[in-house]
Protein backbone atom coordinates (compact mmCIF):
# COMPACT_ATOMS: atom_id res chain seq x y z
CA UNK A 1 0.00 0.00 0.00
CA UNK A 2 1.02 3.60 -0.58
CA UNK A 3 1.86 5.38 2.26
CA UNK A 4 0.75 8.79 3.59
CA UNK A 5 2.84 10.12 6.94
CA UNK A 6 1.48 13.08 8.98
CA UNK A 7 4.23 15.83 10.07
CA UNK A 8 3.32 18.82 12.01
CA UNK A 9 3.96 20.46 15.71
CA UNK A 10 2.19 19.39 18.68
CA UNK A 11 -0.77 20.40 18.78
CA UNK A 12 -1.38 21.61 15.23
CA UNK A 13 -4.36 18.60 15.35
CA UNK A 14 -2.54 15.85 13.46
CA UNK A 15 -4.13 13.44 15.76
CA UNK A 16 -7.43 14.40 15.33
CA UNK A 17 -7.06 14.86 11.65
CA UNK A 18 -5.73 11.24 11.66
CA UNK A 19 -8.90 9.94 13.57
CA UNK A 20 -11.08 12.47 10.93
CA UNK A 21 -9.68 10.33 7.92
CA UNK A 22 -9.89 6.76 9.21
CA UNK A 23 -13.36 8.45 10.19
CA UNK A 24 -13.16 6.94 13.88
CA UNK A 25 -12.08 7.80 17.12
CA UNK A 26 -11.02 4.84 19.25
CA UNK A 27 -7.53 4.68 16.65
CA UNK A 28 -5.71 7.82 18.20
CA UNK A 29 -5.47 8.64 22.06
CA UNK A 30 -5.80 11.97 23.13
CA UNK A 31 -2.21 14.23 23.08
CA UNK A 32 -0.58 14.02 26.05
CA UNK A 33 2.38 15.86 26.66
CA UNK A 34 5.36 12.87 27.06
CA UNK A 35 3.09 10.11 25.95
CA UNK A 36 4.26 7.63 23.40
CA UNK A 37 2.70 5.08 21.56
CA UNK A 38 3.17 1.69 19.99
CA UNK A 39 0.50 1.60 17.16
CA UNK A 40 2.23 4.40 14.26
CA UNK A 41 0.67 2.85 11.27
CA UNK A 42 -3.02 2.52 10.30
CA UNK A 43 -4.90 1.64 7.41
CA UNK A 44 -6.87 3.83 5.70
CA UNK A 45 -9.45 4.34 2.86
CA UNK A 46 -11.29 6.84 1.15
CA UNK A 47 -13.21 6.53 -2.16
CA UNK A 48 -12.31 2.77 -2.52
CA UNK A 49 -8.62 3.26 -2.42
CA UNK A 50 -6.61 2.08 0.59
CA UNK A 51 -3.26 3.47 1.73
CA UNK A 52 -1.56 3.32 5.39
CA UNK A 53 -1.48 6.10 7.48
CA UNK A 54 2.07 6.93 9.56
CA UNK A 55 0.65 9.28 12.55
CA UNK A 56 4.72 10.39 13.30
CA UNK A 57 2.89 12.40 16.13
CA UNK A 58 2.68 9.91 19.14
CA UNK A 59 5.83 11.47 20.91
CA UNK A 60 5.07 14.95 22.10
CA UNK A 61 7.87 16.41 23.34
CA UNK A 62 8.72 19.01 26.53
CA UNK A 63 9.47 22.47 24.77
CA UNK A 64 12.83 22.20 24.65
CA UNK A 65 12.86 18.95 22.74
CA UNK A 66 10.68 20.05 19.65
CA UNK A 67 12.55 21.00 17.25
CA UNK A 68 14.75 17.84 17.40
CA UNK A 69 11.06 15.80 17.75
CA UNK A 70 9.63 17.42 15.03
CA UNK A 71 13.10 17.08 12.61
CA UNK A 72 12.68 13.22 13.64
CA UNK A 73 9.12 12.89 12.94
CA UNK A 74 9.53 14.83 8.95
CA UNK A 75 13.02 12.64 8.47
CA UNK A 76 10.56 9.63 9.04
CA UNK A 77 8.06 10.77 7.00
CA UNK A 78 9.98 11.71 4.46
CA UNK A 79 12.68 9.16 3.87
CA UNK A 80 9.67 6.18 4.23
CA UNK A 81 6.47 7.85 2.95
CA UNK A 82 5.19 8.01 -0.96
CA UNK A 83 3.75 11.19 0.16
CA UNK A 84 3.72 14.09 3.11
CA UNK A 85 0.95 15.78 5.14
CA UNK A 86 2.56 18.79 6.62
CA UNK A 87 0.17 20.09 9.29
CA UNK A 88 0.43 23.52 10.53
CA UNK A 89 -2.05 25.75 12.95
CA UNK A 90 -3.73 28.50 10.37
CA UNK A 91 -4.37 30.31 13.83
CA UNK A 92 -0.71 30.53 14.91
CA UNK A 93 0.81 30.66 11.74
CA UNK A 94 4.41 29.44 10.51
CA UNK A 95 6.61 29.08 13.94
CA UNK A 96 10.30 28.93 13.64
CA UNK A 97 9.92 24.87 14.15
CA UNK A 98 7.75 24.78 10.93
CA UNK A 99 10.18 26.69 8.85
CA UNK A 100 13.62 24.64 9.70
CA UNK A 101 11.09 21.58 8.57
CA UNK A 102 9.58 23.15 5.74
CA UNK A 103 13.60 23.48 4.46
CA UNK A 104 14.16 19.82 4.93
CA UNK A 105 10.02 18.82 3.68
CA UNK A 106 11.19 21.33 0.25
CA UNK A 107 14.45 19.21 -0.95
CA UNK A 108 12.14 15.88 -1.20
CA UNK A 109 11.02 14.92 -4.48
CA UNK A 110 7.78 13.19 -3.06
CA UNK A 111 4.44 15.62 -2.49
CA UNK A 112 4.19 17.43 -0.04
CA UNK A 113 0.52 19.11 1.18
CA UNK A 114 0.59 21.76 3.55
CA UNK A 115 -2.73 21.67 5.60
CA UNK A 116 -3.89 24.57 7.24
CA UNK A 117 -5.65 22.81 10.41
CA UNK A 118 -8.38 24.53 12.41
CA UNK A 119 -9.95 26.72 9.66
CA UNK A 120 -13.21 26.58 11.55
CA UNK A 121 -15.11 28.86 9.21
CA UNK A 122 -14.54 30.71 5.89
CA UNK A 123 -13.38 34.16 7.59
CA UNK A 124 -10.11 32.07 8.87
CA UNK A 125 -9.25 31.15 5.13
CA UNK A 126 -7.27 34.86 4.70
CA UNK A 127 -4.78 32.98 7.61
CA UNK A 128 -4.94 29.81 5.92
CA UNK A 129 -3.85 31.80 2.64
CA UNK A 130 -0.61 33.16 4.47
CA UNK A 131 0.93 29.99 4.81
CA UNK A 132 1.32 30.76 0.60
CA UNK A 133 4.63 32.02 2.02
CA UNK A 134 6.14 28.74 3.47
CA UNK A 135 7.00 27.93 -0.14
CA UNK A 136 5.28 24.74 0.09
CA UNK A 137 2.62 25.23 -2.69
CA UNK A 138 -0.82 26.03 -2.04
CA UNK A 139 -2.58 25.43 1.78
CA UNK A 140 -5.12 23.18 1.95
CA UNK A 141 -7.68 25.12 4.54
CA UNK A 142 -9.17 22.40 6.59
CA UNK A 143 -11.16 21.42 9.91
CA UNK A 144 -9.77 18.44 11.47
CA UNK A 145 -12.14 18.57 14.31
CA UNK A 146 -15.58 19.65 12.56
CA UNK A 147 -14.38 18.01 9.10
CA UNK A 148 -14.57 20.73 6.39
CA UNK A 149 -12.28 20.58 4.02
CA UNK A 150 -11.57 17.20 4.70
CA UNK A 151 -13.10 15.77 1.80
CA UNK A 152 -11.56 17.68 -0.71
CA UNK A 153 -8.01 17.47 1.28
CA UNK A 154 -8.08 13.79 0.67
CA UNK A 155 -9.37 14.20 -2.91
CA UNK A 156 -6.45 16.18 -3.55
CA UNK A 157 -4.07 13.41 -1.55
CA UNK A 158 -5.57 10.67 -3.48
CA UNK A 159 -4.36 12.47 -6.71
CA UNK A 160 -0.71 12.73 -5.69
CA UNK A 161 -0.37 9.45 -4.00
CA UNK A 162 0.59 6.90 -5.93
CA UNK A 163 -1.48 3.97 -6.81
CA UNK A 164 1.05 1.63 -5.12
CA UNK A 165 4.01 2.53 -2.64
CA UNK A 166 6.83 3.24 -5.42
CA UNK A 167 8.90 0.66 -4.05
CA UNK A 168 6.54 -2.40 -4.00
CA UNK A 169 5.84 -1.22 -7.47
CA UNK A 170 9.43 -1.32 -9.30
CA UNK A 171 10.11 -4.28 -7.21
CA UNK A 172 7.46 -7.17 -8.82
CA UNK A 173 9.73 -9.25 -9.48
CA UNK A 174 13.05 -7.56 -8.37
CA UNK A 175 15.02 -8.42 -5.46
CA UNK A 176 13.17 -8.87 -1.96
CA UNK A 177 12.65 -6.40 0.36
CA UNK A 178 14.11 -6.89 3.64
CA UNK A 179 13.91 -5.37 7.05
CA UNK A 180 16.76 -5.65 9.72
CA UNK A 181 14.71 -4.11 13.24
CA UNK A 182 15.10 -4.99 16.58
CA UNK A 183 15.89 -2.93 20.07
CA UNK A 184 18.99 -0.53 19.94
CA UNK A 185 22.68 -2.05 19.82
CA UNK A 186 21.54 -5.51 19.47
CA UNK A 187 23.98 -5.36 16.15
CA UNK A 188 21.53 -4.79 13.31
CA UNK A 189 23.97 -2.39 11.78
CA UNK A 190 26.61 -4.70 12.53
CA UNK A 191 24.61 -7.76 10.69
CA UNK A 192 24.15 -5.38 7.32
CA UNK A 193 27.45 -4.06 7.11
CA UNK A 194 28.86 -7.87 7.21
CA UNK A 195 25.95 -9.07 5.15
CA UNK A 196 26.68 -6.42 3.06
CA UNK A 197 30.48 -6.50 3.34
CA UNK A 198 32.31 -5.78 0.47
CA UNK A 199 29.67 -6.94 -2.22
CA UNK A 200 27.57 -3.92 -1.73
CA UNK A 201 27.08 -3.33 -5.16
CA UNK A 202 24.14 -1.03 -5.74
CA UNK A 203 23.77 1.98 -3.47
CA UNK A 204 20.68 3.75 -5.27
CA UNK A 205 18.52 6.70 -4.27
CA UNK A 206 15.30 5.24 -5.83
CA UNK A 207 12.80 6.33 -2.96
CA UNK A 208 13.63 9.86 -3.83
CA UNK A 209 15.09 11.73 -1.37
CA UNK A 210 18.11 14.09 -2.04
CA UNK A 211 19.75 13.08 1.00
CA UNK A 212 20.95 10.21 2.33
CA UNK A 213 19.95 6.88 0.35
CA UNK A 214 17.32 5.41 2.37
CA UNK A 215 17.27 1.27 0.90
CA UNK A 216 20.35 -0.42 -0.31
CA UNK A 217 20.88 -3.09 -2.32
CA UNK A 218 22.92 -5.73 -1.52
CA UNK A 219 24.20 -8.78 -3.40
CA UNK A 220 24.70 -11.72 -1.50
CA UNK A 221 25.68 -15.39 -3.10
CA UNK A 222 24.64 -14.62 -6.60
CA UNK A 223 21.05 -12.86 -5.82
CA UNK A 224 20.26 -9.56 -4.67
CA UNK A 225 18.40 -8.30 -1.93
CA UNK A 226 16.59 -4.76 -0.95
CA UNK A 227 17.47 -4.20 2.63
CA UNK A 228 15.12 -0.93 3.38
CA UNK A 229 15.76 1.74 5.46
CA UNK A 230 19.38 1.31 6.08
CA UNK A 231 19.54 4.92 6.65
CA UNK A 232 17.24 4.51 10.18
CA UNK A 233 19.29 1.43 11.27
CA UNK A 234 22.57 3.77 10.71
CA UNK A 235 21.74 6.81 11.66
CA UNK A 236 21.74 7.61 15.23
CA UNK A 237 19.59 10.40 16.82
CA UNK A 238 20.26 12.05 19.90
CA UNK A 239 17.18 12.23 21.54
CA UNK A 240 17.16 13.38 25.11
CA UNK A 241 13.16 11.85 24.96
CA UNK A 242 11.53 9.94 22.15
CA UNK A 243 13.91 8.08 21.21
CA UNK A 244 11.98 4.74 21.66
CA UNK A 245 8.98 6.47 19.78
CA UNK A 246 11.54 7.43 17.08
CA UNK A 247 12.44 3.89 16.64
CA UNK A 248 9.30 2.17 16.81
CA UNK A 249 8.34 4.97 13.91
CA UNK A 250 11.40 3.88 11.78
CA UNK A 251 10.43 -0.10 12.59
CA UNK A 252 6.29 -0.17 11.62
CA UNK A 253 7.03 2.41 8.60
CA UNK A 254 10.14 -0.21 7.34
CA UNK A 255 7.84 -2.85 7.99
CA UNK A 256 5.35 -1.06 5.33
CA UNK A 257 7.92 -1.53 2.72
CA UNK A 258 9.27 -4.67 3.45
CA UNK A 259 7.95 -8.27 2.55
CA UNK A 260 9.76 -10.18 5.58
CA UNK A 261 11.40 -8.92 8.80
CA UNK A 262 14.65 -10.36 10.61
CA UNK A 263 13.95 -9.35 14.10
CA UNK A 264 17.36 -9.48 15.25
CA UNK A 265 17.93 -10.37 19.36
CA UNK A 266 21.42 -10.37 21.80
CA UNK A 267 21.56 -13.77 22.71
CA UNK A 268 23.51 -12.34 25.66
CA UNK A 269 20.66 -10.44 26.99
CA UNK A 270 17.42 -11.98 28.46
CA UNK A 271 14.54 -11.51 25.86
CA UNK A 272 12.44 -8.49 27.06
CA UNK A 273 9.48 -7.06 26.52
CA UNK A 274 10.88 -4.51 24.00
CA UNK A 275 11.71 -7.40 21.41
CA UNK A 276 7.94 -9.24 21.78
CA UNK A 277 6.89 -5.91 21.02
CA UNK A 278 8.91 -5.62 17.93
CA UNK A 279 7.68 -9.01 16.82
CA UNK A 280 4.49 -8.13 17.45
CA UNK A 281 4.60 -5.10 15.34
CA UNK A 282 5.64 -8.15 12.63
CA UNK A 283 2.69 -10.10 13.04
CA UNK A 284 0.43 -7.53 12.89
CA UNK A 285 2.12 -6.14 9.66
CA UNK A 286 2.05 -9.65 8.19
CA UNK A 287 5.23 -9.36 6.74
CA UNK A 288 7.36 -13.39 6.84
CA UNK A 289 9.28 -13.40 9.61
CA UNK A 290 13.17 -14.42 10.21
CA UNK A 291 14.39 -14.74 14.15
CA UNK A 292 18.83 -14.17 14.17
CA UNK A 293 19.70 -14.46 17.58
CA UNK A 294 23.05 -12.42 17.47
CA UNK A 295 26.16 -12.19 19.65
CA UNK A 296 26.62 -15.99 19.64
CA UNK A 297 29.73 -15.49 20.12
CA UNK A 298 29.44 -13.99 23.93
CA UNK A 299 27.17 -16.51 24.90
CA UNK A 300 28.40 -18.88 27.73
CA UNK A 301 26.54 -22.37 28.53
CA UNK A 302 24.79 -21.12 31.67
CA UNK A 303 22.85 -18.13 29.50
CA UNK A 304 22.86 -20.80 27.27
CA UNK A 305 20.74 -22.76 29.49
CA UNK A 306 18.27 -19.56 29.89
CA UNK A 307 17.63 -18.34 26.35
CA UNK A 308 16.54 -22.03 25.47
CA UNK A 309 13.78 -21.42 28.36
CA UNK A 310 13.63 -17.99 27.40
CA UNK A 311 12.45 -19.11 23.75
CA UNK A 312 10.32 -22.16 24.45
CA UNK A 313 8.18 -19.25 26.85
CA UNK A 314 8.13 -16.06 25.34
CA UNK A 315 8.59 -17.20 21.82
CA UNK A 316 6.37 -20.25 21.47
CA UNK A 317 3.35 -18.52 19.30
CA UNK A 318 6.20 -17.64 16.44
CA UNK A 319 7.91 -21.59 16.53
CA UNK A 320 7.44 -21.44 12.92
CA UNK A 321 9.62 -18.83 12.09
CA UNK A 322 13.38 -19.95 11.31
CA UNK A 323 16.02 -19.58 13.85
CA UNK A 324 19.63 -18.22 12.59
CA UNK A 325 22.25 -18.32 15.71
CA UNK A 326 24.75 -15.66 14.25
CA UNK A 327 27.32 -13.51 15.44
CA UNK A 328 27.59 -10.29 13.22
CA UNK A 329 31.15 -9.87 15.01
CA UNK A 330 33.03 -12.92 13.65
CA UNK A 331 30.73 -13.72 10.69
CA UNK A 332 29.74 -17.27 12.33
CA UNK A 333 26.59 -18.81 10.18
CA UNK A 334 25.98 -15.24 8.59
CA UNK A 335 25.19 -17.61 5.12
CA UNK A 336 22.37 -19.01 6.62
CA UNK A 337 20.51 -16.27 7.05
CA UNK A 338 19.96 -15.96 3.09
CA UNK A 339 18.10 -19.72 3.07
CA UNK A 340 16.16 -18.43 6.12
CA UNK A 341 14.92 -15.65 4.06
CA UNK A 342 14.34 -17.42 1.27
CA UNK A 343 12.35 -20.16 2.89
CA UNK A 344 10.68 -17.65 4.82
CA UNK A 345 9.47 -15.71 1.65
CA UNK A 346 8.55 -19.39 -0.06
CA UNK A 347 6.11 -19.56 2.21
CA UNK A 348 4.61 -16.33 2.93
CA UNK A 349 4.06 -16.38 -1.00
CA UNK A 350 2.37 -19.81 -1.25
CA UNK A 351 -1.18 -20.51 -2.81
CA UNK A 352 -3.10 -23.35 -1.74
CA UNK A 353 -5.12 -24.55 -4.75
CA UNK A 354 -8.52 -24.34 -3.64
CA UNK A 355 -9.45 -28.01 -4.89
CA UNK A 356 -6.54 -29.46 -2.48
CA UNK A 357 -7.63 -27.24 0.25
CA UNK A 358 -10.84 -28.62 0.57
CA UNK A 359 -9.86 -32.17 0.28
CA UNK A 360 -7.97 -31.15 3.31
CA UNK A 361 -10.58 -29.82 5.01
CA UNK A 362 -12.79 -33.05 4.40
CA UNK A 363 -10.31 -34.83 5.94
CA UNK A 364 -9.69 -32.86 9.02
CA UNK A 365 -13.42 -32.74 9.63
CA UNK A 366 -14.43 -36.29 9.52
CA UNK A 367 -11.10 -36.54 11.84
CA UNK A 368 -12.60 -34.36 14.26
CA UNK A 369 -15.60 -32.97 13.65
CA UNK A 370 -16.64 -29.73 15.23
CA UNK A 371 -17.95 -30.44 19.06
CA UNK A 372 -22.20 -30.33 18.94
CA UNK A 373 -23.49 -26.83 20.22
CA UNK A 374 -27.28 -27.11 21.14
CA UNK A 375 -27.90 -30.03 19.61
CA UNK A 376 -26.50 -28.66 16.23
CA UNK A 377 -22.97 -28.97 14.71
CA UNK A 378 -21.81 -26.02 12.96
CA UNK A 379 -20.02 -27.25 9.54
CA UNK A 380 -17.67 -26.07 7.07
CA UNK A 381 -19.15 -25.58 3.46
CA UNK A 382 -15.86 -24.35 1.54
CA UNK A 383 -12.80 -22.97 1.83
CA UNK A 384 -10.56 -21.15 0.00
CA UNK A 385 -7.35 -19.19 -0.02
CA UNK A 386 -8.33 -15.77 -0.08
CA UNK A 387 -4.48 -14.35 -0.39
CA UNK A 388 -1.32 -14.68 0.20
CA UNK A 389 1.27 -12.69 1.45
CA UNK A 390 0.59 -13.51 3.87
CA UNK A 391 -1.63 -16.48 3.30
CA UNK A 392 -5.26 -16.02 4.32
CA UNK A 393 -7.77 -18.34 4.23
CA UNK A 394 -12.14 -18.08 4.08
CA UNK A 395 -13.78 -20.82 5.53
CA UNK A 396 -17.62 -20.97 4.71
CA UNK A 397 -19.71 -22.21 8.02
CA UNK A 398 -23.09 -22.80 9.02
CA UNK A 399 -22.28 -21.63 12.25
CA UNK A 400 -19.43 -19.88 14.02
CA UNK A 401 -16.78 -22.15 15.03
CA UNK A 402 -15.25 -22.36 18.22
CA UNK A 403 -12.01 -20.36 19.11
CA UNK A 404 -10.46 -23.65 19.42
CA UNK A 405 -11.70 -25.72 16.51
CA UNK A 406 -10.10 -22.62 14.35
CA UNK A 407 -6.89 -22.71 16.41
CA UNK A 408 -6.98 -26.83 15.71
CA UNK A 409 -7.41 -26.17 11.87
CA UNK A 410 -4.70 -23.49 11.70
CA UNK A 411 -2.56 -25.74 13.35
CA UNK A 412 -3.22 -28.68 11.12
CA UNK A 413 -2.36 -26.54 8.32
CA UNK A 414 0.55 -25.33 9.90
CA UNK A 415 1.55 -29.39 10.12
CA UNK A 416 1.18 -30.24 6.74
CA UNK A 417 1.80 -27.50 4.73
CA UNK A 418 4.73 -25.66 7.23
CA UNK A 419 4.68 -22.69 6.82
CA UNK A 420 7.53 -22.23 7.83
CA UNK A 421 8.56 -18.20 8.17
CA UNK A 422 5.30 -16.67 7.63
CA UNK A 423 1.91 -15.61 10.08
CA UNK A 424 -1.13 -16.93 8.44
CA UNK A 425 -4.51 -16.00 9.27
CA UNK A 426 -8.09 -18.13 8.85
CA UNK A 427 -11.13 -16.13 8.78
CA UNK A 428 -14.85 -17.52 8.77
CA UNK A 429 -17.88 -16.46 7.25
CA UNK A 430 -20.80 -17.69 9.05
CA UNK A 431 -24.00 -18.40 5.82
CA UNK A 432 -27.19 -17.98 8.39
P1 LIG B 1 22.32 -1.67 16.44
O1 LIG B 1 22.00 -0.55 17.35
O2 LIG B 1 21.29 -2.76 16.57
O3 LIG B 1 22.55 -1.29 15.04
O4 LIG B 1 23.66 -2.37 17.03
P2 LIG B 1 25.18 -2.23 16.53
O5 LIG B 1 25.37 -2.98 15.26
O6 LIG B 1 25.57 -0.81 16.54
O7 LIG B 1 25.91 -3.05 17.66
C1 LIG B 1 25.91 -2.65 19.03
C2 LIG B 1 27.17 -3.12 19.71
O8 LIG B 1 27.22 -4.54 19.75
C3 LIG B 1 28.45 -2.69 19.00
O9 LIG B 1 29.40 -2.38 19.96
C4 LIG B 1 28.85 -3.93 18.20
O10 LIG B 1 30.21 -3.99 17.95
C5 LIG B 1 28.41 -5.04 19.12
N1 LIG B 1 28.06 -6.27 18.38
C6 LIG B 1 27.20 -6.40 17.36
N2 LIG B 1 27.11 -7.69 16.95
C7 LIG B 1 27.96 -8.40 17.73
C8 LIG B 1 28.32 -9.79 17.81
O11 LIG B 1 27.85 -10.65 17.06
N3 LIG B 1 29.21 -10.14 18.77
C9 LIG B 1 29.76 -9.22 19.61
N4 LIG B 1 30.63 -9.66 20.50
N5 LIG B 1 29.45 -7.91 19.56
C10 LIG B 1 28.55 -7.50 18.66
Known amino acids: LPVLAIVGRPNVGKSALV ?22 TYKAEWNERRFSLVDTGGW ?3 AKGIDASVAAQAEVAVDLADAVLFVVDANVGATSTDEHVVRMLRQTKKPVILVANKVDDVRQEAEAAALWGLGLGEPWPVSAL ?11 VLSVLPEVSAVAKEEVGGPRRVAIIGRPNVGKSSLLNKAAGEER ?21 GRVWRFVDTAGIRRRVNLA ?15 EKAEVAVVVLDVTEPISVQDLRIIELVLESGRALVLAFNKWDLLDDERRGLLEREIEQDLAHVSWAPRVNISAKTGRHLEKLVPALETALDSWDTRIPTGKF ?4 AELTAEHPHPLRGGKQPRILFGTQASSRPPTFVLFTTGFL ?12 REIFGFEGTPITVNMRVRE
Open 402 to 413: DPQYRRFITRRL
Open 358 to 361: NALL
Open 146 to 156: HGRGVADLLDH
Open 241 to 255: QGADFYASLRTSAAL
Open 19 to 40: NRILGRREAVVEDTPGVTRDRV
Open 60 to 62: EPD
Open 201 to 221: VVVNDLAGTTRDPVDEQVEIA
